[in-house]
């Protein structure tokens, strides 16, 4: 199974500056997510980047994938105090069995 | 309709009890997943099904069972379950495209938060 490894676990900043969370994996991918979640709510997709691909951008967010060094990162420009969240990566190997990483805790100070 | 739903929203039981937690989508997607998520821990799989069929158990306790009825619903049903097994329970659905490519961006429910006693 593949598990993605987050960096940092916590994170802490004031609005205004910009996040970045990092993830590395082991095996071979198809693609990479991105995920977010809310305190004690649901999961939100936020990005799905491809093994094909090294950069991929959505709104304020921009992601990279480098499987020379089995590794992703997650930047979010111009945080907000409603990005507070648990960011998680999803690399997947393919079939059904996602492993969701540990998940960096962003909070954004007001 | 573009989102998950998951009811109840709460749920206590003793450990007695038989309870059941129902998932449901209406987007037509084939596959659909249980997950258990502990406190400051991320999402652990333990149950899909695709087009209805149990297609991955993650050496799962029987003490919950799960069912699919129809490509809409999932349910899980619980019984006889621990203290240990208080969690966020939460069920996503994904497009899958069968045999063709890997099942890619899940839809995540609210999660029903169960507390055993």
């Known amino acids: 199974s593949q598990q993605g490894e987050e960096d940092p676990q916590a994170l802490s900043i004031q609005e205004g500056e910009n996040a970045t969370m990092n993830c590395s994996y082991k095996?071979?991918?198809?693609?990479l997510q991105w995920y977010r979640q809310n305190s004690g709510r649901g999961l939100v997709h936020l990005i799905l980047i491809r093994s094909n691909e090294r950069e991929k951008h959505s709104g304020r967010l921009r992601v990279t994938l480098d499987t020379s060094k089995k590794s992703s990162s997650l930047l979010i420009t111009a945080s907000r105090a409603a990005d507070t969240a648990s960011y998680f990566c999803a690399p997947n190997t393919g079939g059904f069995k996602t492993i969701f990483g540990a998940g960096t805790r962003l909070f954004v100070k007001a | 309709d573009t989102e998950v739903t998951q009811t109840p929203k709460h749920l206590v039981m003793g450990m007695t009890n038989k309870k059941s937690l129902k998932c449901e989508q209406h987007?037509?997607?084939?596959?659909m997943y249980w997950y258990k998520q502990k406190a400051k821990k991320p999402p652990e799989l333990m149950f899909v099904?695709?087009?209805?069929?149990?297609?991955i158990n993650e050496s799962v306790p029987s003490r919950f069972s799960p069912e699919c009825p129809n490509s809409s619903l999932l349910n899980l049903h619980l019984h006889a379950l621990q203290p240990e097994d208080s969690a966020l329970y939460l069920c996503?659905?994904?497009?899958?495209?069968?045999?063709?490519?890997?099942?890619?961006?899940?839809?995540f429910g609210p999660g029903t938060r169960l507390l055993v006693l």
């Open positions: 099904y695709s087009y209805e069929k149990l297609s």
């Open positions: 987007m037509g997607h084939r596959a």
């Open positions: 996503a659905s994904s497009p899958e495209r069968e045999g063709l490519f890997p099942p890619e961006t899940q839809y």
């Open positions: 095996t071979s991918i198809n693609n």
